[in-house]
């Protein structure tokens, strides 16, 4: 179990840290289209999810974030949300990507940051929903969990956490 607090605040709970073995699961997931891979993965994402929202805590409504139309299209399916069925989680696709953005593999931490914001909009189907967990399926800045939560907060959603699979290892340069 991985904990860190995000630029802003926002707390994020990841299953496992990216390693050889969980990063090829996971690439399999998305870069191959290998879905069973996500019941793998699932109980990762579960552990996560027990971290942020310790017993007795209020519920909260899981949110995945949204991925880029172009990748929905490439791979027929949004893997986030194979793994949340995976997992046997509830979740609401609440929020859209509103302008182009970059595949981030290859972004620096500012560049992340330049590419995400100002991205994402809450659907107007997702106006009451009080407290949300934001879901992704690995942190590596945090770029793209911030600016989510910063759209769902200006939309006046609270956000308690996020929460993802994997957490990629925090680097001083690159891809940091």
């Not at 840290?17 to 793998?40: F, P």
């Not at 330049?114 to 909009?121: E, I, K, P």
């Not at 770029?143 to 993802?164: E, H, K, P």
Request: hydrophobic share 45%.
């Amino acid at each position: 179990m991985q904990h860190r607090s995000l630029p802003g605040g926002l707390p994020c709970f990841s299953g496992a840290l990216w390693s050889d073995e969980t990063a090829s699961l996971m690439l399999a997931l998305k870069q191959d289209g290998v879905t069973r891979i996500a019941r793998e993965l699932a109980p990762l994402l579960t552990a996560a999810l027990d971290a942020a929202v310790p017993g007795g805590s209020a519920p909260a409504m899981l949110v995945p974030v949204p991925t880029r139309a172009a990748a929905d299209r490439r791979r027929g399916y949004r893997p986030v949300e194979v793994l949340l069925r995976a997992a046997g989680l509830p979740f609401q696709r609440a929020m859209r990507v509103t302008s182009a953005v970059q595949d981030q593999r290859e972004l620096t931490r500012a560049e992340r940051v330049r590419n995400t914001q100002g991205a994402f909009a809450v659907r107007r189907t997702a106006e009451n929903l009080g407290r949300v967990i934001l879901v992704d399926d690995v942190v590596t800045t945090g770029a793209t969990l911030v600016n989510s939560a910063q759209a769902l907060q200006s939309a006046g959603i609270t956000v308690a956490a996020s929460i993802t699979v994997l957490s990629t290892p925090k680097r001083h340069t690159g891809n940091a």
